[in-house]
C-alpha cells in the first residue's frame, strides 16, 4: 500500500511540472515572435556594397515569407554584382563588368588614359598643358572601380531605384580618376614656367666709375612673377581636365642701394709711382688698371692677376716694356704689370684678405719696399699674384691712374668682423745683404785694355715683412706676413786679352843693300848722303 500511494504521488508531480515548462516554453516562443515582428522588415545593402538581410517578419499562422516582384527587383539592382549600364571610368565603358574585370580594363588602356590626363594653366596671355609628359604622377584605379560599383547601392524604394537606374543607362554616368601628383616633379614644373615669364626684380648694383676712386650705385627695381606657392598649391588638388589660372604677384629684390650703401666701407688703399717709366711702361700700367677696375668677388671667390690681364702679347693689344729676367731687363709685351700686382698686394693684406701665392721679383724693384713686392710672368702666366675673399660679403676692387702717373688700388667691402683691430700695416726687415761679385770672362780675340760690361751687377738682400694691426694708433699685434729673398747678380764684363804684335817699319824705311859707289869727283855730280834709318 504504502508504495503505490508513493507512486502515484510522484506521478502527480511529474505532470505539475511538465505543464508548467510547457506554459513558458510557450511564452518564451511568443517574446521572440513580438521582438522580431517589431525590429522591422526588409533587406539593405551595407556601405561596401555587400548585402545585408533582415528578417522578414513572421506570423504564426504565416511560416513563409511572401515577396513580391518588386522588392525582388529593388534586391536584384542593389545586390548586383556587376556595374550597371551607362557607367564609365575616364571614358572607357564598363558597363557590365566586374570590379576585377574593370581595373583590367582601365589597365589595358594605361597609356591612352595617361595621355588623356591633362590641366590647362592659363598664363596672363599663354596656355600651358600639363601632363605626364612634364610631371610625375599616381593613379588611384581601385577607388574609381569602387565608386563605380557602389552606384544605386540604396533602397529608395522601387520608383527611385528604377528612375537612378535608368538615368545613368540614358544619360550616362562619367567617373573620372583620382591622380596624385608628385609634389617635388610639380614645384619643378612651375619653377620652370616662372623662367620663361617672370620679369626678375633686379638687385642694386655698385660699381666704379674709370678713372675714379669713387664707387657708383644703382637703385633696385621690383619684378613681376608667378605666385608660385599658389600654382603649385592648384594643380596639386586640381582634377584631371581642369582649368587653373596663374596668379601674379611684385617680386622683390634681394638687395637695396641702402643694404649696399651700410655693407661697404673702404677697408684699405695703396699707391705707388710710375713717373719715370717708358712711355710703353705707362701704357701697360694704364691698361691694366683699367683691366682690374670694378672687379668684385663674391664670398670665397679666389682673384688671379693672370687670369684678369690674360696673356700679355703685342696681338692683344700690350706694347713692349722693360722686364726683370734672371737678373737682367727684357723688353717684353705687356712689361710694368708687376707694379699692378704689387701695388694691389699691398692693399690685399692692409684689407685683412687672404693671400694665395705671392712671389717676390728676382731683384728689388723701386716703386715697393724690398719684401712688399709681388711679382707675375709676363711670358707664359707661370708665375701669379692670387688672394681669396675671405669675408662673408662681396669685395670689391677699384683701380685707377692719374695725370701725375700714380697708380691706386682701393678695397671696399664689410668692416672688419672684430673689435681687435681697425687698421693694418706692413713693416719690413733686412735679414741680410751680399755685395756684387765681378765675374769676368777674357776674350783672346779683343786686344787688351777693351772691357765691355754685359751685366749690371745687384746687391742680394733677404727680408722679412710683418704685417702689423692696430687699433686706433695703438699696435694690437705683429705677425710674420712673408719671406723675400732677392739674388745677388754679378756684374759680367768682358775683357779683351789679344798681346799687342811688335810695330814694323815700313818699306821705304828699310836699309839698301845695293853697294855704294863713290862718283868720280871729275864728273861734278856731288856724293849722295848716306840713308840712316829712324828707330
Known amino acids: 500500500m504504502n508504495s503505490k500511494k508513493k507512486k502515484k504521488q510522484q506521478q502527480k508531480q511529474l505532470l505539475v511540472f511538465g ?16 521582438i522580431v515582428s517589431s525590429s522591422g522588415s526588409g533587406i539593405q545593402a551595407s556601405a561596401d556594397g555587400t548585402p545585408t538581410h533582415t528578417p522578414i517578419p513572421m506570423s504564426l499562422t504565416t511560416p513563409e515569407p511572401n515577396i513580391d516582384d518588386d522588392q525582388a527587383a529593388v534586391d536584384a539592382i542593389i545586390y548586383r554584382t556587376t556595374m550597371l549600364e551607362g557607367t564609365t571610368i575616364e571614358g572607357i565603358n564598363v558597363s557590365g563588368m566586374t570590379k576585377e574585370e574593370a581595373k583590367a580594363a582601365l589597365l589595358s588602356n594605361e597609356s591612352a588614359i595617361l595621355g588623356n590626363i591633362s590641366i590647362l594653366i592659363n598664363v596672363a596671355e599663354t596656355s600651358h598643358a600639363l601632363g605626364s609628359q612634364n610631371v610625375n604622377f599616381s593613379v588611384n584605379y581601385d577607388s574609381a572601380v569602387n565608386e563605380a560599383f557602389n552606384l544605386v547601392r540604396t533602397d529608395n524604394g522601387i520608383d527611385a531605384v528604377k528612375s537612378e537606374v535608368e538615368s545613368i543607362r540614358v544619360n550616362g554616368h562619367a567617373i573620372g580618376l583620382d591622380i596624385t601628383f608628385d609634389e617635388a616633379s610639380v614645384r619643378a614644373y612651375v619653377a620652370g614656367l616662372a623662367t620663361e615669364v617672370d620679369t626678375p626684380a633686379i638687385n642694386a648694383t655698385v660699381t666704379a666709375g674709370s678713372g675714379s676712386s669713387a664707387i657708383h650705385y644703382t637703385d633696385e627695381q621690383p619684378g613681376r612673377g608667378i605666385d608660385q606657392e599658389a600654382l603649385v598649391s592648384a594643380i596639386m588638388s ?3 581636365l581642369s582649368t587653373i589660372n596663374a596668379n601674379f604677384v611684385e617680386l622683390q629684390p634681394s638687395l637695396t642701394r641702402t643694404m649696399l650703401e651700410e655693407q661697404y666701407v673702404l677697408r684699405a688703399t695703396f699707391t705707388t709711382s ?9 701704357f701697360n700700367v694704364n691698361k691694366g688698371a683699367e683691366m682690374m677696375n670694378g672687379t668684385i668677388l663674391k664670398p670665397n671667390d679666389v682673384f688671379s692677376c693672370n687670369d684678369k690681364l690674360g696673356v700679355r702679347s703685342i696681338a692683344n693689344g700690350w706694347k713692349l716694356a722693360g722686364a726683370y729676367v734672371q737678373g737682367n731687363v727684357d723688353e717684353q709685351a705687356g ?6 700686382s704689387s701695388t694691389l698686394y699691398n692693399a690685399v693684406v692692409m684689407a685683412d684678405l687672404e693671400i694665395v701665392y705671392r712671389q717676390n721679383h728676382s731683384m728689388p724693384v723701386s716703386y715697393v719696399d724690398k719684401g712688399r713686392d709681388a711679382t707675375i710672368n709676363s711670358v707664359g702666366n707661370i708665375i701669379d699674384f692670387k688672394f681669396k675673399n675671405n669675408t662673408d660679403s662681396d669685395i670689391i676692387i677699384i683701380s685707377y691712374t692719374t695725370d701725375n702717373n700714380k697708380v691706386t ?3 671696399y667691402g664689410v668692416p672688419f668682423a672684430n673689435d681687435e683691430y681697425d687698421k693694418i700695416d706692413i713693416r ?14 777674357e776674350d783672346p780675340k779683343q786686344p787688351v785694355g777693351y772691357e765691355e760690361i754685359t751685366q749690371e751687377g745687384t746687391i742680394g738682400y733677404v727680408y722679412k715683412a710683418y704685417k702689423q694691426y692696430y687699433k686706433g694708433s695703438k699696435l694690437v699685434r705683429e705677425e710674420l706676413l712673408n719671406n723675400s729673398t732677392y739674388r745677388m747678380y754679378p756684374t759680367k764684363k768682358i775683357v779683351g786679352t789679344m798681346a799687342t804684335p811688335e810695330p814694323s817699319l815700313p818699306p821705304s824705311t828699310q836699309p839698301s843693300t845695293e853697294p855704294i859707289v863713290t862718283p868720280d869727283p871729275s864728273s861734278g855730280t856731288p856724293e849722295p848722303t848716306p840713308y840712316i834709318p829712324d828707330l
Open 19 to 34: 505543464g508548467i515548462g510547457a506554459v513558458i516554453l510557450v511564452a518564451v516562443v511568443v517574446v521572440v515572435i513580438f
Open 238 to 240: 586640381a582634377d584631371n
Open 274 to 282: 710710375y713717373k719715370g717709366s717708358s712711355s710703353n711702361r705707362k
Open 335 to 340: 712689361g710694368g704689370v708687376c707694379q699692378l
Open 409 to 411: 688700388f682701393e678695397i
Open 428 to 441: 719690413t726687415e733686412r735679414i741680410s745683404k751680399t755685395d756684387i761679385v765681378e765675374e769676368i770672362t
